[in-house]
């Protein structure tokens, strides 16, 4: 067996998201927030690899300018290469995060 491609594993995952809409959409016993709240909760299961996907990076990638910018203006920037998946379904549900 072959390796799924690019095309294959992002129709996979879009079709997930799609199946959360569906789910979410037709929830009969939530507010729209909590459908929001749901649907956000369960893309960032599927980012975590807490679904039937396998997890994801996730990953800033700031235009190469943007940090001289911000040190020029004296703000802060987003640094390249650090993968903030992982447990974000957790960190979603707790209020002081």
């Not at 992002?10 to 009969?28: C, F, Q, T, V």
Request: negative net charge; contains cysteine.
């Amino acid at each position: 067996m072959s390796p799924y491609t690019l095309d294959e594993m992002r129709k996979m995952y879009l079709d997930m998201i799609r199946a959360y809409i569906d789910y979410w959409a037709i929830e009969p016993k939530k507010t729209c927030r909590e459908k929001l709240e749901g649907l956000a909760f369960s893309i960032l299961l599927i980012i975590d690899g807490e679904s039937a996907l396998p997890a994801f990076s996730l990953t800033p990638i700031p235009h190469p300018g943007d940090r001289q910018y911000c040190i020029d203006n004296g703000e802060r920037w987003w640094p390249s290469g650090i993968d903030i998946a992982g447990g974000l379904h957790e960190d979603f549900v707790k209020e002081d995060v």
